[in-house]
């Protein structure tokens, strides 16, 4: 149980076009999903905290304009990085809990790779 | 201020050696959650171990075994008779319960082992 995914797996697209990345829990319904960006080589960067039916919450530095999340139901949340471009290249993962204590577990999504040309 | 330092950003070890991974964090919580994930090649997280402030005890689970001293603010990860499998990013992460968030993680920013045959 408690699987997590995200589609697509690798997007490349080309820049100033916006990309849409899907997180959903498969077997579990989600209170609350998270988004991280990994550069390589480097940590998870949490980028914003949602919770299912309100507004997200972003980090400091993250733009909340330039990564649109939308967590629609319990077990979908979206990531749209809009106008991309090269310097949003990176790995995006995602993952949702069961819960909204601290102690609830995250289960992580496989990620998804993007490239911006 | 919440932190989690993983001083060795790399280790290169044989098959079989012993190794240990350091993790040292920082909070003010009285009651907080420490994480260790495995990131392999494929970039999906693989969670191995949860461990809250209040239980000390040191645990082991096959080849893997942790110690968390509160004294020294540390939970360290070691892996007896080390496999090429083993190979990954690991993660150190802390969750503060005063967040409740569902589980904010920060987390330190890895180290990547290398076991060679």
């Known amino acids: 149980g408690a699987v997590v995914s995200q589609h697509p797996s690798r997007v490349i697209c080309k820049s100033g076009t916006s990309v849409k990345i899907e997180c959903r829990s498969l077997?579990?319904?989600?209170?609350?999903m998270f988004w991280y960006r990994q550069f390589p080589k480097q940590s998870l960067m949490l980028m914003a905290t949602?919770?299912?039916?309100?507004?997200?919450?972003?980090e400091q530095g993250v733009e909340k304009d330039k990564f649109l999340i939308n967590h629609a139901s319990l077990t979908l949340s979206t990531l749209t990085v809009t106008s991309a471009h090269p310097e949003d290249s990176s790995f995006y993962i995602c993952?949702?809990?069961?819960?909204?204590?601290?102690?609830?577990?995250?289960?992580f999504g496989p990620g998804t790779r993007l490239t911006v040309l | 201020a919440q932190k989690v330092t993983q001083a060795q950003t790399e280790i290169s070890v044989v098959e079989k050696e012993d190794v240990t991974l350091d993790c040292v964090y920082e909070?003010?919580?009285?009651?907080?959650?420490l994480f260790w994930y495995k990131q392999p090649p494929s970039g999906e997280l693989v969670f191995l171990i949860r461990?809250?402030?209040?239980?000390?005890q040191n645990e082991i689970s096959g080849r893997y075994s942790w110690n968390f001293q509160k004294s020294t603010s540390s939970f360290n990860f070691t892996i007896t008779a080390s496999q090429v499998v083993d190979s990954a990013v690991y993660f150190c992460?802390?969750?503060?319960?005063?967040?409740?968030?569902?589980?904010?993680?920060?987390f330190g920013q890895g180290t990547e082992l290398s076991v060679k045959p």
């Open positions: 993952s949702a809990s069961k819960g909204i204590l601290s102690y609830n577990e995250q289960f």
């Open positions: 077997d579990f319904q989600a209170t609350t």
């Open positions: 949602s919770n299912e039916g309100s507004k997200a919450t972003y």
């Open positions: 909070t003010r919580d009285t009651t907080y959650y």
């Open positions: 461990r809250n402030s209040f239980d000390e």
């Open positions: 992460a802390l969750s503060e319960a005063s967040r409740n968030q569902g589980g904010k993680l920060i």
